[in-house]
Structures are given as structure tokens and as C-alpha cells.
């Protein structure tokens, strides 16, 4: 069995980021928020959205905010505040019962005297706690009852306010109630002199600790942390007796009176509480919670319970991300795994890296009127995600590798790109050879070895270059019959194969709706649905032509996508004039545009989503006027499609 070398340690890694970690899948991410954006939101929101429902792999904000409103009932639902109250009258019984039974079988009047004492005592707890103080006790039994009615009622008043307490003195002697009457005496002098501003308080709070730091186990460095520390613990006691019956409260102040049989205590600690809330009126002193279990709760567990409330309640605001300036560093990841467990943490942790990494590699930018927007990169992300599900899609209906790989048959365009799987591309050697050389002496090795990703191929281009029209019927019912998003993802995809595989080509976006207009692609994809009557393919058209006629070396390409027959057309002062059903002139300019475009030896492609009769009848009619063609795929089809009619026409 091997063992470790002498002089090494093995253990947790706590400096940063695990390096072993899994990098954060950005690729997904991306494609969440691009989906969301291209739906209509905002790149914010799609980001929050994000953040909310989570990943694959992690739980989203709103799963754990889920969990801890649960976390939250289970308290209330399993506890009750009396259990202080229950174990006094507990012990106090146990009491009486011993004297009782050692008086019985004493045939003295003093005997029958004690007996009658005892019967008359005040049936309340706390009243009969009080008359016994002095009370000469025959039985052992019965008087170490009552001690231990005096002692745990000394432990419960101080582990309501000093977490671990009741803990540390499970037994006291006169000597240990000394020792805690001492250390509050000095506590609330020091707090005195705090607020007093004195020059020395630091040299009084490190006298403090080294006499009672014992009593301490978070170690507060100053007087400020000290005072954050005992207030958000009196605090909790406070709303843990708001919370309680008024005479249950009243029984507890009447008890604290007999803690330790010394009432000195009870009275420190009110000073103490009173400067608590004097010094921190920002803590919660007022409200109450509802506890409505079975499961018992003494004054330290319940002082607990509440503080636990207040985290989660802390937890829940912070997971909401609803406040000014929210960030997902605000989550308090300690509190968070003490309530919820360590998975909560790490979930918490790789979205806060997630949100950092996403603005961090530059998919974020903020556009001129301060609004967030998707970068370049980001948008070559979408488009390469659109682009590979179209192409996986075409490989599956036709076996075929040739729809990504451009101009396999045509001739070097200068360039070179990295390979990638399925390519057949001839190598680039030159380029090849020096990304390894570079990427050797980057890690300092010796001898230079090829390595996959150094690997570069020519990049080749058919003869003749296109010009591409891409129009994209943006009218309402494009966005009411879930079409949007196939529509954008469609000329990602386009955009996409043109940009990296046919870059002598020249790709116009035109939308049109009431009106055309001819966009970039950050336009197309932050482009939001809005209520507006009309599809006006002439305007489109009309646009497309204009395109066609800057390029007239190239090939003329017109891709169309629209679900609703022309009810709009453009007069010659630039209004659009809107009629349904469609008017003949409406019709008659379409089609003149169509048969202009023909003449330029352009055919039109019509990707016709739905099946109105009306617009199938129109839509044919422009195919056989241009030469052209209609097809009518699903939403889901319309990017294999339309990217399938563009690498047909253009080969053609």
C-alpha cells in the first residue's frame, strides 16, 4: 500500500475555486438566455430567469427559496415555546411529591403543618417556586429537585442570550454563579463605557475577553462585534417572548427571579438587555412568530429557533434578488448551509460563478440608453448552437455531410479555420506547424508535437458569391401562434453558416410587418412582439431588390417567411395603406415586385407557416411567377428549411 511522501499533507481546498472543479458550461447558459431574449425578454430578465430556475446540474434560486420557506414551516410546525415552563413544573412536581412522601409516615404536628404548607401553595408555577425559597426541606430527593429548578432556570435565562450556554454549565456550583455574575457585571460596564466613547475601550475589551472569554465561543474581535453578537441574540429572546402568551411571560419574569436562587442574575442580564436594544434599535425587538407544534422548546432552544427564523427570513430576501443593486455575492453562504445543508452552498456558489463568468467573457454589454444587450460573441454563440441543431437535423432526414461544409468542390479563399469533426478540408501546414511551436513554448516544453487543436484546414468557397434577402414576417400572429422564436433562431442560423462558411456572401435581415425595415442581427434578436395589423411583403420586396441591386455580381438569393397573405402595401409618399381582407392593389404591387426581382434573375422562396387556404393560393403564385418555390414546414422545421432552399439555390 503506498503512503504519502514524508512532509506532505493532504486535505480540503479552501483558496479559491476548486481547480479540479468542472468548468461552468457557458454553452448551455447561453443558449437559455438567448431562447429567452429571442422570446421577447429583456437580456436581464433572461439572465434572472436563469438564475431562478437553474441548470441541469444546480438548483435555482427558486428551488431554494423553496426550501427554505419549508425549512421555515417545519419550525413552526414542530415546536412550542413552553418547554422551559413544562420542565419547572415537572421538577416542581418531582418535588413535592419526594416531601410529601417523606412527610407522610412523621406523625408530628410539624409534619402535618409542612403537609398543609405545601397544599396551600399558589397554583402557579412561578408563585410556588417563590414561596418555597425558604421552605426546609425533609427529603434530599425534594430539595435537589428544587435546585435543579433554580439551576436550569439560571442556564435557560443565560443560553437565551449566550448561544452554547445551558451547555457549558450543566452543572453550577456558588462558585460558577459568581463567575457569571462577575462577567455580567463587567459586561455591562464595558458596554457603559462604550457608549460612553471612552479613549481605551479597545484595551477594556481585550481585559474582557482574557478575564471571560470562555463565555464567548465566536470570538468577537472589538466591542462592535461583540455588541452585533449578543444584541441578534437578545433580540431573538425578545421575539421569542412576544411570541409566547401573556401569562406564560409573566410566569418566565416571576422565574427569572429564583435563577440560581441569586437575583442578582435575573437583574444583570435586564441592564444588559436594555442596553442591547438602547445600543442596536435596529434589530427586531417587536415581532412574533406562531408556534403551533408538539415538540417542546426551552429558552436557549427557543431563542435559537428564532434567531433561525430571522436567517431564513435574511435567506429568503436575499435568494429573491428583489432590492436595488442585488447580487447573488449578497447570499450569506454559511447561513445558507446551516440551514438548508452543504448541497444548498454549492448550488449557490456555481450560480454566483455562472452569473460572474457570464459578464466576465464578455456576453454582456450595455447599450447607449444603459440597458444590458447580447455582445457579438454572444450572438456567434447562439447562432453556432443554431446552426448545429439545424445541420444535426439535416444529417439525420438526408445521411449527408455536405450542408457545413462550404465549397468542398471550390477553391481556397486565403483563409484557414480550425478543424473540426467531419471536416475534409486539406490541411493549412504552415499554420498547423506554428500553432503547435506556439502553443509549446507557451507551456514550456521541449520537443514540438502536433496536437489535435493545432490542426487547421483550408478554408475553400464555391465560384460565385451570393447576395442573400432574408425577410421575416414580424406581424402579431407570428408571435400569438409561437413562431418568434423558430423565425430568430432561423436567421441566427443563416447569419451564422454565411458568416463562417460563406463570407463572400451578402446576407440583408429585413422584418416586416405594417412596414419593413432592414435590421442587423442584434436588432432581430432583442426584437419584441408588438399589436400591429399588417404584412406588407411589398415593402419587404421592395427593400430585397434594393439589396440585390448593391450586388449585382452576386447571385440573387430572396428567402421569404411569412403565415398571412399581403394586407399591406406602400403608396409612393412612404405611408403603408393596410386593408383585410387584402385589397387587389395590395395584391397587384406584391406581385409587380415579385416579377422585378424575377427579371433580375431572382427566384423567391416562400416559407409558408399555417395553412390558410388564401395565403397557400398567394404564396403559389409568387413561387410560379419567380421562378421560385413554396415550402411549408412545421415552426421547428422552418431553420432546416430555410437553410436547406439556401445551399440548394446557391449550388443551383
Sequence with gaps: MSTAPQG?????????????????????????????????????????????????????????????????????????????????????????????????????????????????????????????????????????????????????????????????????????????????????ALLDAHARGVDDIDERFAEFMRRHGEFFPENPRDVDELIDALAARAAAAQRMLNSMSAEQRAELAELARQAFGDPRIGQQLAGLDARLQAMRPGEDWTSSARFRGQDPLGLGEGAQAMQDLAELDALAEQLAQSYPGARLEDIDLEALERQLGPDAGVDARRLSELERELRSQGLFERAPDGSLRLTPKALRRLGETALSDIVHSLRGKTGERQTESAGAAGEPTGASRPWQFGDREPWEVSRTVRN?????????????????????????????????????DTSWSMVSEGRWLPMKRTALALHQLIS?????????????????????????????????????????????????????????????????????????????????PPQPRTLVKTLSEVDRLAKMGASVSVFRLGDDPRLAAFVDLIARRSGGRVVAPEADGLGAAVISDYLRTRRR
Design 8 to 188: 506532505w499533507s493532504y486535505g480540503p481546498w479552501h483558496e479559491g475555486p476548486d481547480p479540479l472543479a468542472p468548468p461552468i458550461d457557458l454553452r448551455e447558459a447561453l443558449d437559455e438566455i438567448g431562447r429567452e431574449v429571442m422570446d421577447g425578454a429583456s437580456p436581464r430578465s433572461a439572465l434572472e430567469e436563469l438564475l431562478r430556475r437553474g441548470t441541469r446540474n444546480t438548483r435555482g434560486l427558486d428551488e431554494m427559496t423553496r426550501r427554505v420557506w419549508q425549512r421555515r414551516a417545519e419550525i413552526q410546525r414542530r415546536h412550542r415555546l413552553d418547554g422551559t415552563l413544562q420542565e419547572v413544573r415537572r421538577l416542581l412536581d418531582e418535588a413535592l411529591d419526594a416531601e410529601k412522601r417523606a412527610l407522610f409516615p412523621d406523625p408530628s404536628d410539624d409534619a402535618r403543618f409542612a403537609e398543609a404548607q405545601l397544599d396551600a401553595l399558589p397554583p402557579g408555577t412561578a408563585a410556588a417556586v417563590r414561596e418555597l425559597s425558604d421552605y426546609p426541606w425533609r427529603s434530599e430527593e425534594g430539595r435537589e429537585k428544587y435546585d435543579q429548578i433554580r439551576d436550569l432556570l439560571g442556564r435557560e435565562m443565560l443560553d437565551a442570550r449566550f448561544a452554547g450556554m445551558k451547555q457549558a454549565l450543566q452543572s453550577t456550583s456558588p462558585e460558577d454563579v459568581e463567575r457569571v455574575h462577575q462577567m455580567l457585571s463587567d459586561l455591562n
Design 436 to 472: 503547435a511551436v506556439l502553443r509549446t513554448a507557451s507551456t514550456g516544453g521541449g520537443r514540438v508535437r502536433l496536437d489535435v487543436s493545432d490542426v487547421e484546414v483550408v478554408e475553400t468557397e464555391l465560384r460565385s458569391r451570393a447576395a442573400v434577402a432574408l425577410c421575416v
Design 500 to 580: 463562417t462558411r460563406f463570407r463572400n456572401d451578402a446576407l440583408q435581415l429585413i422584418t416586416f410587418g405594417r412596414y419593413a425595415t432592414s435590421v442587423e442581427l442584434p436588432e432581430l434578436v432583442g426584437l419584441e412582439g408588438v399589436w400591429e395589423q399588417g404584412t406588407n411583403a411589398h415593402h419587404a420586396l421592395l427593400l430585397a431588390g434594393r439589396h440585390l441591386r448593391r450586388h449585382p455580381d452576386a447571385q440573387p438569393v430572396v428567402l421569404m417567411v411569412t403565415d398571412g397573405e399581403p394586407t399591406a402595401h406602400l403608396e409612393a409618399d412612404g405611408t403603408a395603406e393596410f386593408d383585410y
